[in-house]
């Protein structure tokens, strides 16, 4: 029942409190509190209507047993507001929380003894402080089953962070801490080292978006080597640089640490960070990303030595290393050994059509690959050429992402040859491609007949109305629905209202047309949702 209106929720029981109707929710496990005093409403008779404040005043009065999970946000807050009675709460998660809001929240938390699970996000245009964050973690205190604990986009001051870890070090049974992008300095990276030191079952640790330098990591590199059940770590967008990759290699060595998952993106290690952390990483590390790190080949050299022994190796991200075609030389001898990999993504790396060349080579023999990205390269209709060629042999290859290549008609031609025989693949991303008219025109019939094909992005490659006609006419024959992404390609009114036309259910297309750039991401999960078009500027959807 996941974010339905309370009103649809299971069976409730109505009596008198205090002039004000109260209810008992029996059958609820999930509730969403999202602007919910309407739906509220609907079980108070036309005759006994009470203001907003009433709803409030009285809301913490309610009793709920049987909820386990609840999820609120800024709209499920009013003056006053306290939680009601969740004897057996197991998740609380809290969005777009703002000063006054978190101080409310943290108050009600012992009304929540069974709290295993606590997410807070905080609004961007909050002007909360360390005070609020001080109320919190002496809240904390009281939530003795606590196994994860999220806080998101809240500064941090170093009173309010040691106020926090010294509350998380109180929570026993703590596996998760995620302290993403709340101005974690060298100071306060010392309070939570202390934190992970206490958190003996702690099994996943991010930090990523914080302002880490190596003098601050070294406490929290001695802090890891004790947590010997931690798989999952997350310092994406800190400042480590190669020392601190030295410092953590240094302690998954002296755990030692079997990590599942590393992500480093962001730190610039360089090739000398990335020699000593390949070879300390677990041979059962399953998920790897070390973008924007300034590898170069030499670095992905050091990665490849290492990288073969990572034999359950699922996610590998390299994106933005300047790695070129020698750089993607040593890493696919090293990929035919890991056969595994699901995601690849190689995006910014300056490949060429020789890299795309040496990268098909070892493609076919990756057997689970469903995920492949190497936006930005430059590979041109020639490296297309060779893409082109073994994709059919990747037989579980579901999205791939080709924008900004340069691939023009030409490349277009020669993938439109092998999209009919790529059975699963579900969304390809052509965005930045200047196929042109003639691009379209080899595509379209070979999209028609792709049997899997979900969703195709098109946007800015110069399409114009013939380009969009000849696209939106070879999709209509075909007997699939299909998501059709077409912003920024000068289409004039005309299409605009054809495309009207073509809205869900009616037909087996439906056009997208953004105005905002679409995310370069293939890994990103895309949900359109349904839409309208208006013909103004070049086929807005809003």
Known sequence: FHRLPLKYMGSAKRRRFSGVESLVFMSCHEVFLSNVWSEVFSFISDKERIKFSSVCRYWESLIVPDVTELFVTHASFNKGFRLPRFHHLHALKGQAMEAEELTLLASSLAACPQLQRLHLTVS??????????????????????LQAFSLIDCPLDFDSCRDLATALTSCTKMERIELRNVGINDDCASLVATACFQCHKLEVLDLGGNDITVDGFQSVAIALSSARELRHINLEGNELGSEGAQHLALAMVAGPLELRTLNLAGNGIGPVGCSHLAPAL?????????????????????????????????????????????????????????????????????????????????????????????????????????????????????????????????????????????????????????????????????????????????????????????????????????????????????????????????????????????????????????????????????
């Open 282 to 542: 677990s041979p059962l590390v399953q998920q790897l990303v070390l973008s924007r790190n300034a590898l170069g080949a030499e670095g992905v050299r050091h990665l490849s030595i290492s990288l073969a022994a990572y034999r359950d190796l699922r996610i590998l991200t390299l994106n933005s290393n300047s790695m070129g075609s020698h750089g993607a030389t040593y890493l696919c001898q090293a990929l035919q050994h890991c056969t595994r990999v699901e995601c690849l993504s190689l995006d910014d790396n300056e490949l060429g059509s020789d890299g795309l060349s040496v990268l098909s080579g070892v493609l076919p023999s990756l057997s689970r690959l469903s995920h492949l990205s190497v936006t930005f390269n430059s590979i041109g209709p020639v490296g297309m050429t060779h893409l082109a060629g073994v994709m059919p042999q990747c037989l579980q290859l579901s999205s791939v992402n080709l924008t900004w290549n340069d691939i023009g008609p030409e490349g277009a031609k020669k993938l439109a040859n092998c999209l009919p025989l790529c059975s699963k693949l579900k969304t390809l991303y052509l965005n930045r491609n200047e196929l042109g008219v003639a691009g379209a025109r080899v595509l379209a019939p070979a999209v028609a007949n792709c049997p899997s094909l979900h969703h195709l992005f098109l946007e800015n490659n110069d399409l114009g109305d013939q380009g969009a006609s000849v696209v939106l006419n070879a999709l209509q024959r075909a007997d699939r629905r299909l998501f059709l992404h077409l912003g920024h390609n000068r289409i004039g009114e005309s299409i605009a209202k054809s495309i009207s036309a073509l809205r869900y259910p009616s037909t087996c297309v439906r056009a997208v047309a953004n105005q905002s750039r679409s995310r370069v991401n293939s890994f990103e999960g895309l949900h359109p949702t349904p839409v309208h078009v208006s013909p103004q500027s070049s086929c807005t959807i809003q």
């Open 124 to 145: 961007p245009k909050s002007e909360l402080g360390g005070f609020e964050v001080s109320q919190l973690a002496s809240a904390l205190v009281h939530c003795s089953e």
